[in-house]
């Protein structure tokens, strides 16, 4: 299990929510390869859909992997132009959180973001993408933002953006998900997906399988004949111990971004590294993230790092998620490669998926995560 600020800030019953492991059914209508937060949606929104006699199988424990190291952002609006065309599926995804936000008390907070600086090309595409932005000066930041040093000049704000705690809102999906019948098998490693998976405990016969394992996914797929170019991406994040409300929104600065979880800690960091499945964190780079931190937080210079972690995004040579039925294979989906915004994007991810899995289609604008783009898998 990760050593996440967000692990540390779950009680008891909700840790054992998500290492506790069920026996290995003999079938499953639909079998879901990863308790990530993507394979989490997948199983909730194919609940609602009135599937039952899902199992959701994982090598380690719920969250063990990205999911429960990311930095919980929601930041719909400031990423938005990065999404390109795939822009309307972050707006139904926001759409779905604050459906999930009166579900589940996960801290889904929309605190708002400041982006420092002027990233004036950013706000005119989220503002053409319908989202709200808008640029404040210096004396407005001040307002906005008082734990801030005055040396930002100004910054554009993005109101609707916010924060998710990711382990929060994985337990709360996890117990409804067991209340419902869901079984989660963990600490069960797939080593033959397909229509009959071959795990360490015994097989498996799913009248549907999704393959929702991250970077691993190419691993996974390999005994299928299709390998898509997805990739671990490892990301550095570190906290400062709890303490009373200090930041009011999540600040993105020149390399990094902060936030205050609502448990107290300031969390940032948030490097990007070509660094294959290296675990761990390096000292050089959490010095770099404290001392943009300390410049533009003064107020945490002598505040020690609690704790420092790092997670594998799965990262897509092309940047868009691969989404839909997995190239010649009928009853097999793959679910995998958001990159920076699989948290942000695991709603919309899991209802397309019951869509494509319950009607054979979906309303939603999928054709750029086809899977089929790769089709010979190019690694
Ligand atoms: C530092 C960092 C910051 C981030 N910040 C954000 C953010 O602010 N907002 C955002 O939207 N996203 C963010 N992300 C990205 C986000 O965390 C990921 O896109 C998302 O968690 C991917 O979810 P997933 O379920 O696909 O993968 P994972 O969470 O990695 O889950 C994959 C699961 O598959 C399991 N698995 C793998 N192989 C097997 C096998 N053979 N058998 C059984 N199980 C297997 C693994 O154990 C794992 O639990 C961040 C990521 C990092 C690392």
Redesign the pocket.
């Known amino acids: 299990m990760q050593s996440s600020i967000w692990f540390q800030t779950l009680d008891e019953s909700q840790l054992r929510l998500l290492a506790a492991s069920d026996p290995l059914p003999k079938t499953a209508d639909v079998a879901i ?8 949606a997948t199983a909730y929104y194919l609940s609602l859909a009135g599937v039952s006699n899902l199992c959701i ?4 424990t ?14 719909f609006s400031q990423q938005s132009p990065e999404l390109g065309p795939l822009a309307p599926l972050a707006k139904v995804s926001s759409r779905l959180y604050d459906e999930l936000a009166v579900r589940f008390p996960a801290g889904i907070r929309r605190t708002g973001l400041l982006e420092l600086g002027a990233n004036e090309e950013w706000m005119h595409a989220a503002l053409q993408a319908g989202f709200r932005a808008q640029r404040v000066d210096a004396a407005a930041l001040r307002r906005l933002e008082p734990a801030l040093t005055e040396q930002p000049a100004g910054a554009v704000f993005y109101p609707d953006d916010g924060q998710v705690h ?1 382990a929060k809102l994985g337990a709360a999906l996890v117990a409804h998900l067991k209340n419902s019948g869901v079984r989660f098998c963990l600490h ?4 033959s ?1 397909g229509l009959h998976l071959e ?1 360490a405990r015994g097989g498996i016969d799913a009248g549907v399988t999704v393959i ?6 190419p ?2 797929t390999r005994a299928l004949g299709w390998r898509p170019p997805i990739k671990p ?5 570190l906290a400062t111990p709890a303490r009373s409300p200090f930041l009011r929104h999540t600040i993105v600065g020149p390399r990094y971004y902060y936030w205050q979880l609502a448990e107290g800690p300031i969390a940032g ?3 990007v590294e070509d660094a294959g499945f290296e675990r761990g964190t390096n000292p050089a780079d959490l010095a770099s993230i404290r001392e943009e931190m300390n410049a533009l937080l003064p107020a945490l210079a002598d505040a020690p790092t609690a704790c420092a972690w ?5 990262y897509c040579e092309d940047l868009k998620p691969v989404i839909g039925r997995v190239p010649g294979h009928d009853r097999l989906y793959v ?2 490669g ?9 709603p919309v991810t899991g209802k397309i998926l019951a869509d494509l899995i319950t009607t054979a289609q979906t309303d939603l604008p999928i054709g750029p995560l086809d899977p089929a783009r790769f089709p010979g898998g190019r690694r």
Request: proline residues 3%; charged residues 15%.
């Open positions: 390869i990863g308790a990530g937060m993507i394979g989490l199988l994982d090598r380690d719920a969250l063990a992997e990205a999911s429960g190291a990311n930095a919980g952002g929601l930041w990711p069960t490693e797939v080593s997906a795990t929702a394992s991250g970077a691993w996914t691993i996974v991406m490892r990301g550095q994040l960091g948030g490097t790092s997670g594998f995004r799965p679910a995998a958001h990159f920076k915004k699989g948290i942000m994007l695991a």
